[in-house]
């Protein structure tokens, strides 16, 4: 048939996906509340990168797809590492992280009480 | 014609900083590598345009798609001759930034449209910088409003005064003699103005221009340092020709008329206002000229120098 | 398939009156459309650097105030860079010839295309009505915090930069579609015209680089109007920070610039020479390794400007290796022309003219690309020099090789070769006047937007301004050729120059629907046997 | 204008298309590319907030106290629903059901106006506590001096991101009317999975955002 990609996604796929997508949210929150300094971050994004991952494999229909279409998505994102990356290798090889003159703060070291996540 | 591009001093600026002989000869080694790369290209170029000139309309030419030798050839050579060509400017480029300890600390502050040397023992010079022979001197800048670059082409070194960050740059220069400094980052309307000199004196000059305190010297010549530091010679000549503002040449006593018509005459009251509250009255022709206003930043002894020194520019 | 095709019909008299060409959706006309604005704005760009070298043929102020200087200084840089060498040769010849290089009936989205045109146009009447409300003296880079402090009228000229940008995204997305999914039947990937290899990596660069100008001048536009501090080191943010974001995309933008001249000068060379083009895998490969590298190697710009050393170490090293596939192009054409037949019409004069003066651009390049150089002549005429050897020495160069190439195909007429010939001479001589003094004034350090220098630089700046009336007189006689092309009607052939590419198996000026059947292709581009 | 023509499947073909496959996957590859456009324009922002949280991670800590981490998690269930029904909605037109198609179509649209709304809440509690961006920041008792770059970066990726919230609602709309005409049917419907593609990107770009603002630790 004419249709593009003529195979259809079954709907309880499309019901798992979404389940699979709840689930990592509700990951991504609790694991916030857990004190690993800047690995926070690094955990938050490889929850975040899986569900977009995700997304696109199923919902954007990619698993069908050509693969001309993944290199196309693929190459935006190594891009935007590149672009990450090169501003990265010069501001922190510069950039003296003990003392910045223009935000001094006093060190945020109240003891860390175990509030629910928001208080982190 | 061959000395021309022979070797670099014949048309670089002379050599002033320690720097410049290292940063010429790899620029010599770049200019010949280019004019032997050239001639073999378009002299090949040339060759074939002239041997193969086209006889009739169905000449049969050959069919040559590609050798890899060759190819092999003009892309690994070149490669080669590049890296050795990054290679030696960046080992150059790393002694551009070894600080070295012993080094004589100047503060240069640039602003909209000047620079503003201050010394370590709290002296300070505008848009003349006074460095020893032979020393090595560290240069801390930092900009008062938009990026400004201070570069010294006798002595290759060029750094970025960024506001809100200290810049580092520094040199070392072993001939006596004045350089011409100019500001290379766009920064407005006075930008091809803000040209400065870097005098190298003997160590005793040097110290004598240290030491040069503030008592001895008469009120013209006070005058005169706070005319360069406060930045008036960004915008006001003294020889007469009309720089951003109006020249200060003969200005004394002289009757002032304005843009909107009305005159006055040039006395002590007349320049304290036009420091202090420059937007009041314009000089005719000059209406749309926006002079910032100096309150806060000159005090009353600095006006009286600054009058003292107009009064002397007969 | 389609209507059937009436003898002596063609797209520009298949439909008529101005509303038919406002509307249009066929990509031959649209690419007119782009060549009479280009053109257009290239004379207004043109203007304002006469203006600048008159300015500059003496020391001291003679005809324009400091002011007016940064305002005429910053419109040649941003009218020639938005809106004549951007959308130049891919918008132009790139829209006209691609779909019929590989056998298509029309691009990918049609309108889209015609959307693109439109972008442009109302882009630059943004910008042009910057003019009214203050006029614009940041130079072309915009770079802050000058672009936040200055009181002109940044806001309006950058939103027209802004709207200009989707004219190139627009663009570059059509011919990727294109190029990808409207081959005809046997064109495969390696018997594409290497002119269409050119403006498909082209088109790579301009839809991934061209956005992060959008958000970067989004974002000095949010730094102007509510001071949200990014890029503004008073409010914590960092101006070398708006560099990086601006570099991302410039520099690459200069290889949007120029790629595409090297695809017309593969076709020039080709063709003139009667003679298959040596390492046509070579060639179309370093096309598309220039448009990858060409995102990695942006800090080259700011060696002086606070880039820490290591950051710039990496950038200049990778600089270097943007250069091997250049230096590949050159040694391939050069090749191409041995044993070759060679007929020095003047599109081939133009693509000599490209390779003499390209190379010097490219040597040149090499020598700022080297930190320890970079610090003395960053920011001085020797760059001035360089970019102009490589964008007027390179892309106009071969945008005038590319009109006097097609101009047969795309009007049906004839243009008179002496002058064409002319005019040549006139660029080629003028330019290296203009031009070549600026690198010893570099070297000499003068500074780059200097409204007044000091006297040692008056004696070079004024051969300067002698030559650039010969560039001028030279794109003049072109002009002139042009039109009495228009006038005198002298009917082209088909194939007036023996080139094998498909265009030129169709009548010229071509029909509506380009081929009445899809050709189906068996061979290479040059089999020139 | 270019003509098209009406195929044996009944699809509409323009002229520079031999058949409608090659239409479609064009059409499909078109956009792609152009969310490759929105995931560069988008990189901006992400890299100005990396660096800017890697020299100033204090700003960010004490910022993103302001923030209500509910609003956000809510805020990404609705998306992530959205982004199953949009699914669904190309999935029952797949099938040739229309009229359920219609329905989630509507549910998708009805998602994007909650977002919205849930944002219209956030942000004028903000703005009613003086956390405005750049100058107009008067938000007084601040520990760390340059509180306004965090709610710079803040609101400019928000609010691009609800520009494209409100774009992608505008286009589902769009293709809501062209359902209702009929023009699509189980061989063509690119249209739809077009705007489809659009509005994953757009919950894509709020899946990295919630992390990032709401998440600081």
């Known amino acids: 048939m004419a249709g593009n990609g003529n195979h259809t996604t079954s709907l309880n796929t499309y019901l798992k996906v979404y389940g699979a997508l709840l689930v990592l949210t509700v990951l991504t929150v609790w694991i916030a509340q857990f004190h690993f300094g800047a690995l926070n971050t690094v955990i938050a994004m490889f929850i975040a990168t899986i569900k977009v991952l995700v997304v696109m494999y199923w919902f954007m229909h990619l698993n069908h797809d050509t693969t001309l279409n993944k290199v196309v998505i693929g190459s935006a994102f190594f891009f935007v590492f590149v672009f990450f990356g090169f501003i990265a290798i010069d501001v922190f090889s510069r950039h003296n992280f003990s003392t910045t003159e223009l935000s001094k703060p006093q060190p945020v070291q109240q003891q860390t009480t175990e509030e629910a996540p928001k208080a982190e | ?314 | 398939m389609g209507h059937a095709h009436v003898e002596g019909s063609n797209y520009l008299n298949h439909e008529k009156g101005l509303w038919s060409w406002l509307t249009t959706l066929d990509h031959k006309r649209i690419g007119i459309l782009y060549f009479i604005s280009v053109m257009f704005f290239f004379l207004i760009g043109g203007l304002f650097a006469l203006l600048i070298r008159l300015e500059l043929m003496e020391p001291g102020q003679q005809y324009i105030s400091a002011d007016f200087y940064n305002q005429v200084m910053t419109l040649h840089g941003s009218i020639m860079v938005f809106m004549v060498i951007i959308p130049g040769i891919p918008a132009f010849l790139g829209n006209f010839f691609l779909p019929i290089m590989i056998g298509a009936k029309d691009v990918a989205f049609p309108k889209l295309n015609l959307l693109s045109w439109y972008c442009l146009i109302c882009g630059a009447g943004i910008a042009v009505s910057a003019l009214f409300a203050g006029g614009i003296d940041t130079g072309w880079t915009f770079y802050t915090p000058y672009s936040i402090k200055t009181s002109t009228a940044v806001i309006v000229f950058v939103l027209g930069a802004f709207v200009m940008g989707f004219s190139s995204i627009l663009t570059g997305l059509n011919f990727i579609a294109t190029t990808h999914k409207l081959r005809a039947p046997g064109m495969t990937m390696n018997r594409m015209p290497l002119f269409v290899w050119a403006l498909y990596s082209t088109a790579i660069i301009q839809v991934l680089a061209t956005p992060v100008l959008a958000i970067t001048l989004l974002l000095l536009v949010a730094e102007r109007a509510l001071g949200i501090g990014f890029f503004d080191a008073s409010l914590g943010g960092d101006p070398v920070l708006f560099q990086h974001f601006f570099w991302f995309y410039s520099h690459p933008a200069v290889y949007i610039m120029i790629l595409p001249a090297l695809g017309v000068i593969s076709e020039l060379i080709a063709a003139f020479s009667r003679k298959t083009i040596f390492g046509y895998t070579a060639i179309a490969y370093s096309s598309v390794a220039i448009a990858a590298v060409s995102f990695f190697v942006w800090g080259h710009h700011m060696f002086v400007s606070g880039q820490s050393e290591l950051a710039g170490a990496i950038f200049s090293g990778i600089t270097m290796l943007v250069g091997v596939p250049t230096a590949i192009k050159l040694f391939n054409w050069v090749a191409t022309m041995y044993k070759g037949s060679i007929r020095l019409d003047s599109p081939m004069l133009y693509a000599i003219g490209f390779m003499f003066l390209f190379t010097i651009g490219g040597v040149t390049g090499v020598m700022l690309a080297t930190m320890a150089i970079d610090v003395h002549l960053h920011d001085t005429y020797f760059v001035v020099a360089h970019f102009h050897y490589v964008m007027v020495g390179g892309t106009l160069m071969a945008i005038m090789g590319g009109i006097y190439y097609w101009f047969p195909k795309m009007f049906g007429y004839m243009y008179s070769e002496t002058l064409a010939r002319l005019s040549w001479v006139f660029i080629f001589m003028g330019f290296n006047i203009t031009f070549f003094p600026q690198f010893i004034l570099g070297t000499q350090g003068m500074p780059r937007r200097y409204h007044d220098y000091i006297p040692e630089y008056a004696w070079l700046n004024k051969v300067s301004t002698f030559g650039s009336w010969f560039i001028f007189a030279g794109f003049v006689i072109g002009l002139i050729s042009i039109i009495l092309a228009f006038r005198k009607k002298e009917k082209a052939p088909m194939n007036p120059w023996g080139a094998k590419t498909l265009e030129w198996t169709i009548q010229s000026p071509p029909i509506h629907d380009n081929f009445e059947k899809i050709p189906t292709v068996n061979g290479g581009p040059y089999e020139y046997r | 204008m270019s003509t098209a023509r009406i195929d044996e499947q009944g699809n509409k073909v323009y002229m520079q298309y031999t058949d409608a496959s090659q239409q479609d996957a064009t059409g499909k590859h078109g956009v792609w590319l152009f969310l490759v456009t929105e995931v560069m324009m988008f990189s901006g922002l992400f890299v100005a907030y990396a660096i800017f949280k890697s020299i100033y991670p204090e700003i960010f800590y004490e910022g993103h106290k302001f923030l209500d981490w509910r609003m956000g998690a809510l805020n990404t269930v609705v998306l992530l629903s959205s982004s199953l029904t949009m699914a669904l909605s190309i999935y029952y037109v797949q099938k040739g059901k229309n009229a359920v198609a219609m329905g989630h179509l509507a549910f998708t649209l009805l998602c994007g106006a909650a977002f919205m709304v849930i944002k219209y809440f956030e942000y004028t509690h903000k703005i009613h506590e003086g956390l405005t961006p750049g100058h107009f920041f008067t938000y007084a008792n601040g520990e760390t001096a340059n509180l306004a770059l965090y709610f710079g970066i803040y609101y400019c990726m928000t609010g691009l991101h609800g520009i494209h919230v409100l774009t992608g609602m505008a286009l589902i709309a769009w293709v809501m009317y062209r359902l209702k005409k009929g023009e699509f049917s189980p061989t063509q419907y690119t249209a739809v999975e077009g705007v489809g593609l659009f509005w994953h990107l757009v919950d894509l770009i709020w899946i990295y955002l919630f992390p990032l603002l709401y998440l600081v630790s």
């Open chain 2, 1 to 314: 014609m061959l000395h021309m591009f022979a070797f670099a001093q014949s048309y670089m600026p002379i050599q002033g900083s320690t720097f410049a002989k290292g940063v010429d000869s790899l620029f010599d080694f770049t200019i010949w590598a280019s004019i032997i790369s050239f001639v073999i290209l378009i002299g090949g170029l040339v060759i074939f345009v002239v041997k193969y000139q086209r006889r009739s309309d169905n000449d049969k030419t050959a069919y040559i798609t590609h050798n890899v030798f060759l190819e092999f050839l003009w892309s690994f050579i070149p490669l080669c001759i590049f890296m050795g060509i990054f290679v030696w400017g960046y080992v150059l480029y790393k002694d551009m930034r070894q600080f070295p300890d012993n080094a004589i600390e100047v503060n240069v502050m640039g602003y909209q449209w000047g620079w503003t040397m201050t010394y370590s023992n709290g002296k300070q010079s505008g848009n003349e910088l006074v460095v020893p022979v032979g020393k090595p001197v560290v240069l801390t800048m930092t900009s008062k409003d938009v990026i400004h670059s201070f570069y010294v082409p006798s002595f290759r070194i060029k750094q970025d005064a960024v506001p809100g960050k200290r810049s580092k740059l520094w040199f070392q220069s072993d001939r006596l003699g004045d350089y011409e400094m100019f500001c290379t980052e766009y920064c407005g309307t006075a930008h091809s103005k803000m040209i400065g000199k870097v005098r190298v004196v003997t160590q005793a000059e040097f110290n004598e221009f240290l030491a040069k305190d503030k008592s001895k010297m008469t009120l013209a010549e006070l005058g005169q340092e706070a005319f360069n530091v406060k930045g008036c010679v960004a915008c006001h000549s003294v020889d007469g020709t009309v720089k951003v503002g109006p020249s200060f040449k003969g200005l004394w006593g002289s009757t002032v008329n304005h843009s909107d018509g009305t005159t006055a005459v040039f006395d002590e009251n007349y320049a304290r206002t036009s420091i202090l509250n420059p937007q009041e009255k314009f000089v005719a022709g000059f209406a749309n000229v926006i002079m910032p206003t100096y309150q806060g930043q000159v005090s009353e002894e600095e006006i009286t120098h600054l009058i003292e020194y107009i009064k002397s520019l007969k």
